[in-house]
């Protein structure tokens, strides 16, 4: 029984190495670090109108501090209530002009902000994104509504 097992196994996953599928028709791959020391990573898809903006921050909830945990969280959070140049309220405008699927999650790791938009907004959004995290203000009301809504969540 156990070789039968062993020889459906193998042939398996032979069957899986040699399928066609797109998992395996990888893509255009460019990597290159820039002057401010951020690693670009761009993946080409040809014949697809959207670009996947993704910034992974190499920090996460594991690297709260023990008395302030949640604060990564909290942090990526705020991102889009205000920056110098502009509201709370003009950002989630432009962001919902721009694609309006804006996301920021904290794993334990890292901290990812994902935004889908069309190519032919991506200045716009790349703009947008450099803003938020490069000239965050994190408003008093912003942060008190946000930390006293963690703190009322269930688990």
Do not use: Y
């Not at 903006?53 to 949640?70: C, F, I, M, Q, W």
């Not at 110098?84 to 904290?106: K, M, P, W, Y």
Request: charged share 20%.
């Amino acid at each position: 029984m156990k070789r039968k097992w062993s020889i459906c196994f193998a042939a398996g996953f032979l069957l899986f190495l040699m399928w066609p599928s797109a998992v395996w028709a990888f893509h255009n791959w460019q990597c290159m670090q820039l002057p401010n020391g951020l690693t670009l990573l761009v993946v080409q898809k040809s014949g697809v109108p959207v670009v996947s903006l993704t910034l992974l921050v190499k920090r996460g909830a594991s690297n709260d501090p023990s008395e302030k945990r949640g604060l990564a969280s909290l942090t990526a959070h705020l991102l889009t209530e205000g920056t110098r140049q502009r509201s709370g309220d003009q950002i989630a405008e432009r962001i919902a002009a721009l694609g309006g699927e804006f996301a920021e999650e904290v794993s334990a790791d890292f901290t990812t902000l994902d935004w889908p938009v069309l190519k032919e907004d991506l200045a716009p959004a790349l703009e947008m994104l450099a803003d938020m995290v490069q000239h965050p203000l994190f408003p008093q009301a912003a942060f008190d509504r946000a930390r006293v809504a963690r703190v009322a969540a269930p688990g």
